[in-house]
């Protein structure tokens, strides 16, 4: 089970690594909303 969750943890990871890319390219503003939900999610 353990190393399920880990594996749905490092796609995840990725997914937002990319998503953050993404969100590079098209300009700072992009990043507010993804800090945001990314900031609500750790917490």
Not at 4 to 11: D, M, T
Request: hydrophobic letters at 35%.
């Amino acid at each position: 089970m353990l190393a399920h969750e880990e594996l749905v943890a490092k796609g995840l990871g990725i997914v937002m690594n990319s998503r953050r890319e993404e969100t590079k390219r098209m300009g700072n503003g992009a990043l507010t909303e993804w800090d945001v939900s990314e900031t609500i999610g750790k917490e």
